[in-house]
């Protein structure tokens, strides 16, 4: 989650310089090339079954190619730290789809927690520019459509967990990820005048490529394997705090109170979608 907090502020710089699907490309190619060496390395094959290979693909197809077309898009137009407090949605919108993925239940906890959190949701959106047909609003709902890209992902995705290790799965859906983007990721290079090698950029090319998508990635469809969908995503609350004081930091971006009220109560609803916090407060008697 801290990996991943600081990626958007690394991808917000960057996109700054490189277009966005293009510089997705260039950070997904070396995370693909990343976790087809650690399979090989790890497990001794990269093959996946011809039987699930289409299905993986797909899931990989919308839950990275996808989701990371809309997200960066929307990156160039929204601050580093809304954005993250938008995904922060992910939680919910994973125990909605776990419903239609018939891995999970409809409970009234889910149903409030989910309306909670998009009230969060329309804060950060409504203490911003507002709710306006501007290049800031069109960013939040693009944003937005692929937070339910990823929880596509992460929902539907959960099965396959228990046929494959979490490299296998997460490496050939990063690869298919990768297809997707190429069309539009070389036409957007093809275009770019702006010089791409300088250190900066190529340093968020290999921090994004290997750490954020690559190692992290492992490390979230693991946790999917080991608690679930539902547990694993109620851990991304600390993502938008982090992201917040990151961008304030390095991008001297305001701290908004509606980001801050915002914040808090999607993570209230996505508490209240799971029940309790996402981990176990105990006492110690010495």
């Known amino acids: 989650m801290v990996l991943w907090a600081a990626n958007f502020i690394v991808v917000k710089s960057a996109v700054a310089v490189l277009p966005p699907v293009g510089f997705t490309f260039l950070r997904f ?13 790890r497990e001794g094959s990269i093959a996946l079954p011809p039987r699930d290979f289409l299905a993986i693909c797909g899931l990989g197809a919308i839950g990275f190619g996808l989701y ?3 997200w960066t898009t929307g990156l160039t137009t929204v601050p580093a730290g809304d954005s993250a407090l938008l995904i922060a949605s992910t939680p919910v919108l994973v125990s909605i789809l776990a419903v239609a993925a018939g891995s999970d239940v409809l409970t009234a906890a889910k149903l409030i927690g989910g309306l909670v959190s998009f009230l969060g949701v329309a804060l950060v959106i409504a203490s911003g520019p507002g709710l306006t047909l501007g290049g800031s609003f069109v960013g939040e709902a693009i944003t937005l459509i692929g937070a339910g890209c990823w929880s596509f992902y992460m929902a539907f995705g959960a099965p396959y967990l228990r046929r494959y290790s979490p490299l296998r799965t997460t490496a050939w859906a990063t690869v298919a990820g990768t297809v997707v983007l190429a069309p539009i990721a070389v036409g957007q290079l093809a275009l770019s005048t702006s010089a791409p090698l300088t250190p900066s950029v190529l340093g968020a090319v290999l921090y994004s490529g290997f750490l954020a998508a690559g190692v992290s990635n492992v490390v979230v469809q693991n946790g999917i394997r080991v608690v679930g969908p539902t547990r694993t995503a109620a851990y991304q609350f600390l993502v938008p705090a982090l992201a917040v004081l990151l961008a304030a930091l390095f991008l001297a971006e305001p701290i908004r109170l509606g980001q801050v009220v915002g914040g808090l109560i999607i993570v209230g609803g996505v508490l209240a979608t799971r029940g309790g916090v996402p981990f176990r407060i105990v006492r110690v008697v010495r």
């Open 29 to 41: 190619c070396i995370a693909s090339a990343t976790l087809l060496l650690l399979l090989r390395w």
């Open 68 to 70: 990371q077309i809309l």
